[in-house]
């Protein structure tokens, strides 16, 4: 509580200054300056790379990025290999859980083989998220393009597939190499890697 | 922990979000929002606000999709009222507990 009231009186004296989210101190006056490479300087952007095409390596995805823009955090979404699926136009709504080599499944390994046991899966699990107002990947990615995040396809696995822009989906910002995807980069984002 | 805010004493957590929806008021209101640089509230605002407190009273627990669906704003529409994290601010303005959801 102590700390609390301290900090909100710092705050109150310094209104208007920047302030460093973890050490509560300002970014810019000299009397209680943070350290620039302060651990805590503030996340601005988050790049999220999304290369497998399993509901739940997708939807990890569109949950970080709708979570960043909501807390006023920029986003990047970058689709690449099999991860092309969640934004290609034929695929992004049949989209499967991954059985076999998963052990989150907590069922035999050999069940996952049987024809029909991922769409089965898959289809429980879609409901359950619906349940939870988690929404279908063409209305998450409308969600992310509403909110102020970008959607980039890469070149060289659109080219790999043999995808057109015109077989994705509508909205994205555009198809990227990986080195016009670095450029993205400024101070204070993260690269995740799904 | 208590604050006065444009003259009305109300209980606040520790990031400044009303704990009791009952004492706030549209000038308490008002005066958050212009916390959050927000310098004006316009009916829109109010209209978002009051589907807020409307929808919190009925116990349902908020997120960014419901508000989409609201038929009030639009996500994009709300990204704009509310810059730098929607539901976040506009739950404070309207005197709710921040967001709890991860959508």
Redesign the interface.
């Known amino acids: 509580m102590e700390d609390t009231k301290q900090s909100q009186d710092h705050k109150r004296e310094h209104d208007g200054h920047e302030m460093c989210h973890k050490c509560n101190q300002c970014k810019d006056c000299s009397s209680c300056r943070c350290d620039s490479n302060h651990e805590g300087a503030p996340l601005k952007k988050m790049m999220i790379v999304v290369s497998k095409a399993n509901i739940d390596s997708v939807y990890a995805g569109f949950i970080m990025a709708n979570g960043a823009r909501s807390e006023g955090i920029k986003v990047d979404m970058f689709f690449t290999f099999f991860g092309l699926d969640a934004i290609s136009k034929k695929r992004m709504e049949h989209l499967k859980v991954a059985l076999a080599g998963n052990p989150g499944m907590h069922m035999p390994e050999v069940v996952g083989v049987f024809p029909g046991m991922e769409s089965l899966a898959t289809h429980m699990m879609m409901k359950r998220m619906d349940e939870l107002d988690i929404p279908p990947v063409s209305e998450f990615l409308d969600i992310i393009k509403a909110s102020g995040g970008s959607i980039y396809a890469c070149k060289l696995a659109m080219e790999m597939f043999n995808l057109k822009k015109e077989d994705l989906y509508d909205d994205i910002d555009g198809v990227l190499t990986v080195g016009q995807f670095y450029e993205r980069y400024h101070p204070g984002t993260q690269i995740i890697f799904i | 922990?208590n604050k006065t805010i444009n003259g009305h004493d109300v209980d606040v957590d520790?990031e400044g979000y009303l704990t009791d929806m009952e004492q706030w008021n549209r000038e308490i209101a008002q005066e958050i929002a212009k916390e959050l640089d927000i310098d004006e509230l316009t009916d829109k605002h109010w209209e978002v606000i009051d589907w807020l407190r409307e929808q919190k009273s009925q116990g349902i627990e908020l997120?960014?999709?419901?508000v989409?669906n609201s038929g009030v704003t639009?996500?994009?529409e709300f990204?704009q009222l509310f810059?730098?994290?929607?539901?976040?601010n506009a739950s404070k303005i309207a005197g709710l507990n921040k967001?709890t959801s991860?959508?």
């Open positions: 922990m520790a997120n960014i999709r419901k989409g639009d996500i994009k990204y810059p730098g994290g929607p539901l976040k967001p991860c959508l």
